[in-house]
């Protein structure tokens, strides 16, 4: 069992900028896909960003050019660097991890941390 923990939300006004990081419990290189979701109040969780086991990135296109996922292996973390943040960043912010095999797929998550942008 892969057990996900998130840290690092907070309040920050319109501009600022936040590090969410994620620890897992197990070796993140035996996680085929490390990922964050948001969800906002009334919406779908939704996609923010993911990256590899080889490293290989994407990005919502909402956030292109104003976050950055990375992966510290030796920590078994990754993180979520946020930028320019704008007031409909505001979400529960979730980690994610997935197994993927010829037969399966496994999704972990993490239990979120909320991240507030006022205007």
């Known amino acids: 069992q892969v057990q996900l923990v998130e840290s690092g939300g907070g309040s920050v006004q319109a501009g600022g900028s936040l590090r969410l990081s994620c620890a897992a419990s197990v070796s993140i290189f035996s996680i085929n896909a490390m990922g964050w979701y948001r969800q906002a109040p009334g919406k779908q969780r939704d996609l923010v960003a993911a990256i590899t086991s080889g490293g290989t990135t994407n990005y919502a296109d909402s956030v292109k050019g104003r976050f950055t996922i990375s992966r510290d292996d030796a920590k078994n973390t990754v993180y979520l660097h946020m930028n320019s943040l704008k007031p409909e960043d505001t979400a529960v912010y979730y980690c994610?991890?997935?197994?993927?095999?010829?037969?399966?797929?496994?999704?972990?998550w993490g239990q979120g941390t909320q991240v507030t942008v006022s205007s």
């Open positions: 994610n991890g997935q197994r993927i095999g010829p037969t399966y797929k496994y999704n972990y």
